[in-house]
C-alpha cells in the first residue's frame, strides 16, 4: 500500500548493489526463541524483509538459540507462525527457510574448510522445511574455535565468571591481562577439547579471544567465546556442555548463511569490531557479512522486554501472550489489528541512528487508516437507552438499506430491520445540554442514520430519576425518497431495533499503562491502568451475528471491532481494536 521508504541502510545496500559488490542481497532476521514477537521485532522484520523485497534478495528466519537456559520449542513454533502472519501476501516469496534437519555442507575450497547453509524460498508453508538455528552450527563454531586456538588468537581461562568481570576493568579504567593468557596451543587445545567433552563443572573455565586488554573499547577485551554451561538445549539436545556467546555465534550464524548485510539495534554498535575481528582472524574463502546499527523501536504506554512481557503474563495483569492488550504480535492480531497496518506504520517510523520514542498514537493512527479501509459498517449500541416510536404502527417491521463501505463502492448494502422500539446510546442523549450538544435533547431532533428524522417528546424515569426510556414521534416522509428526505437536523446517530437486536460481549481495551514510559519508573507495574479492560454487553444489528473471524467492522460512531475466538455459537464475543478518531464527537 505505501512506497517503500528511504533510509541509511537501503542507501548503503542500493550502492552495494550497484558496485556489484554482492549479487544479491541477503538478510536475516535473528530472534531469541525466549519469548514471543512483539511489535518492535516488527520493526526488525519488515527492515530485514523489506530490504529482501525491494532489492529482490533474500531474508532467512534463524533462532538465535545459543542459550540453552531460557529457550523453547514453544517459542520457535510461534516466532515462525508470527513472521509468516506478519509477512503473508508481502515478502513469502522473500522467506529464507531450510530442509527440516539439514545443517551446513562441508567443502574444501583453495584448501580453506568452508561451511555454507543456503536456503530454501518461496514455500513457506511447506512443512518440510524449518527456520534456520544457530545451535545447527555448533559443530562448525568449534571447529572454527580451534581455528582460533591454533592461531594462537584464542586461549582457555581459568578465572571465574566475577574475576573475569573484574579483570576486564570499565571504559574508564584499563583492563588486566589474564594470568591464563599465555597458556601454550598445545595446552589450549587440550583444555578445550576437554571442556567440550564435559570433564569441567560450569563457570570453571571460558574460552575467550586474545585480543587487546587495553582496548577503549571493553567489548575487544578478551572477551568470552565459550562457557561451559551443563544443561540441556531445546534443539540440541545434551549433545553440548558448552555454548557459544552471542558475538561468536551470531557473525559466524551469518558467514555460513551467506548473509550480506547484518542489520542489528544499536546496543551492537560497540560490538562491531569483534564481529569483524572474529571473522578476519579465520580463513574464510567466502566474502564476510557486515553488520549495520538502526535505533531500535520504543513505544509510548507500553513495555517491550520480554522479561517485562512473562511477568505481565505470570502475575495475572494480562490474560495470555495474545491479550489484545499486549504489543505482541499475537496480542495485537487477536485485538483485531492487520499485518498491512503493522507494516504501514514500520515504514512510517522509518530507520534511524538516533534512539527515540515513539508516540503510541502513531501505531493507532496507521491502524485506523487501515480498518477505515477495509472494516464493514455495522449498527451496534454498546449503553442501551430504550427508544420508543410512538407514530410508527405496532407491528410494522421494514427493511432500511445501510452502506457497507463507504470508502469501497464495492462493498454493497445490506438491509436493517427497523420498527417501533429501538436502542440508542444513552450519551446521545441528554436532559439538560450544553448548548454544543447537537444530539437527542426534549423537544429536539435527530436523524436515525439510514431511517428517521425523529423528535423527543417525553423522557420516562425509573423510581430512582433514571431515564429509562424516550418517547418520540418520527418524520415518516423524513427517510431517503421520502418528501423530507433533504430536510437538515444537526446530527445523525445509530440505533438498533430492540425486537431483532443480537446481544453481544464486547471487549473494550484502553492503553495498558497510564503514563508515556512506565520503564522509567522504579516499579513499571505501579503504572497499570486498572481500566485498560472493560467488558459490556452490547446490542448489534442482526448481519453481526454472522460475524466472521477474518473480517473487519466498524461499529459506526463508535470504533472498529473484530471477531474474539472466545465467541461461541450465538454469542459473538467482539474485541474493540480501537475507537473512532473523534468517538462520540459526532
Ligand atoms: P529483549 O531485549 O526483549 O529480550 P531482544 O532484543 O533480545 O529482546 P531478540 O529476540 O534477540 O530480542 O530480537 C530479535 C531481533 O529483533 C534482533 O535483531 C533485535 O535487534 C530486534 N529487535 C528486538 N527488539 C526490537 C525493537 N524494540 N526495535 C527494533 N528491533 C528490535
Ligand atoms: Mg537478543
Ligand atoms: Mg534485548
Redesign the pocket.
Known amino acids: 500500500v505505501e512506497a517503500p521508504p528511504n533510509d541509511f541502510i537501503r542507501e548503503i545496500v542500493r550502492q552495494h548493489l550497484a558496485e556489484g559488490r554482492y549479487e544479491r542481497v541477503h538478510t536475516r532476521?535473528?530472534?531469541?526463541p525466549n519469548?514471543y514477537l512483539h511489535i518492535?521485532?516488527a520493526?526488525?522484520i519488515c527492515l530485514n524483509f523489506g530490504i529482501a523485497r525491494e532489492f529482490g534478495g533474500i531474508c532467512n528466519l534463524r533462532m538465535?538459540d545459543t542459550n540453552p537456559t531460557k529457550e523453547d520449542v514453544e517459542y520457535v513454533q510461534a516466532i515462525h507462525e508470527d513472521v509468516r502472519w506478519l509477512i503473508q501476501g508481502w515478502a513469502d516469496h522473500c522467506l529464507g527457510l531450510k530442509p527440516r534437519g539439514q545443517t551446513p555442507q562441508t567443502t574444501t575450497v583453495n584448501g580453506r574448510t568452508d561451511y555454507y547453509l543456503p536456503p530454501v524460498v518461496g514455500r513457506s508453508d511447506d512443512d518440510t522445511l524449518e527456520p534456520f538455528f544457530a545451535s545447527d552450527y555448533f559443530e562448525q563454531l568449534y571447529q572454527f574455535a580451534l581455528q582460533l586456538i591454533r592461531k594462537g588468537k584464542a586461549y582457555v581461562c581459568d578465572l571465574s565468571p566475577e574475576e573475569t568481570d573484574r579483570y576486564r576493568g570499565a571504559p574508564d579504567r584499563p583492563g588486566r591481562e589474564s594470568p591464563w593468557r599465555n597458556r601454550s596451543i598445545e595446552e589450549n587445545l587440550d583444555l578445550f577439547q576437554r571442556m567440550r567433552a564435559g570433564e569441567f563443572p560450569d563457570g570453571s573455565r571460558t574460552l575467550r579471544a586474545k585480543i587487546d586488554m587495553a582496548s577503549p573499547n571493553v567489548w575487544m577485551r578478551d572477551p568470552v567465546l565459550y562457557r561451559i554451561r551443563h544443561a540441556e538445549h531445546h534443539h540440541t539436545g545434551r549433545a553440548w556442555c558448552i555454548y557459544p556467546t552471542y558475538d561468536f555465534a551470531h557473525c559466524l550464524s551469518d558467514y555460513i548463511e551467506g548473509i550480506t548485510h547484518s542489520i542489528?539495534?544499536l546496543e551492537f554498535e560497540v560490538h562491531r569490531p569483534l564481529y569483524d575481528w572474529i571473522l578476519e582472524n579465520l580463513d574464510l574463502p567466502r566474502p564476510r557479512p557486515r553488520q549495520y546499527e538502526f535505533a531500535?523501536?520504543?513505544l509510548s504506554y507500553t513495555v517491550?522486554?520480554?522479561?517485562k512481557l512473562l511477568q505481565l503474563v505470570r502475575e495475572g495483569h494480562v490474560r495470555g501472550w495474545d491479550d489484545p492488550r499486549l504489543p505482541t504480535l499475537r496480542g495485537l492480531r487477536r485485538r483485531g489489528v492487520t499485518p498491512e497496518a503493522i507494516r504501514n506504520f514500520a515504514y512510517r517510523i522509518g530507520i534511524t541512528k538516533y534512539d527515540g520514542l515513539t508516540d503510541m498514537a502513531v501505531l493507532e493512527h496507521a491502524i485506523r487508516d487501515d480498518l477505515n479501509r477495509r472494516a464493514l459498517r455495522r449498527l451496534a449500541v454498546l449503553h442501551p437507552l430504550r427508544l420508543v416510536i410512538t407514530n410508527y404502527p405496532e407491528h410494522q417491521v421494514e427493511e432500511v438499506t445501510a452502506i457497507n463501505n463507504p470508502e469501497d463502492p464495492g462493498a454493497g448494502t445490506r438491509s436493517v430491520p427497523f420498527c417501533r422500539e429501538l436502542y440508542i446510546e444513552q450519551d446521545d442523549f441528554m436532559e439538560n445540554p450544553p448548548p454544543q450538544f447537537y444530539r437527542l435533547r426534549p423537544g429536539g431532533e435527530v436523524r436515525l442514520k439510514y431511517a428517521y428524522i425523529i423528535r423527543c417528546d417525553e423522557v420516562i424515569k425509573d423510581e430512582h430519576g433514571r431515564i429509562v426510556e424516550l418517547r418520540c414521534t418520527a418524520d415518516l416522509e423524513s427517510k431517503a425518497g421520502g418528501r423530507n428526505a433533504q430536510r437538515k437536523v444537526k446530527s445523525a446517530i445509530h440505533w438498533v431495533s430492540a425486537r431483532h437486536a443480537v446481544p453481544a460481549e464486547c471487549r473494550l481495551y484502553d492503553r495498558l499503562f497510564t503514563v508515556p514510559e512506565p520503564d522509567l519508573l522504579e516499579d513499571w507495574r505501579t503504572a497499570l491502568n486498572p481500566h485498560s479492560l472493560q467488558i459490556l454487553q452490547a446490542w448489534c444489528e442482526p448481519a453481526l451475528a454472522s460475524a466472521r473471524p477474518d473480517e473487519r467492522y466498524q461499529f459506526e460512531r463508535i470504533g472498529y471491532f473484530v471477531l474474539d475466538p472466545d465467541s461461541t455459537p450465538g454469542r459473538p464475543v467482539f474485541n474493540l481494536t480501537i475507537t473512532l478518531k473523534d468517538a462520540w464527537a459526532r
Do not use: A, Q
Not at 517491550?304 to 522479561?307: A, D, I, Q
Open positions: 532476521f535473528p530472534p531469541e519469548g518492535g521485532h520493526k526488525s538465535d542489528c539495534t531500535r523501536l520504543n517491550m522486554s520480554k522479561r
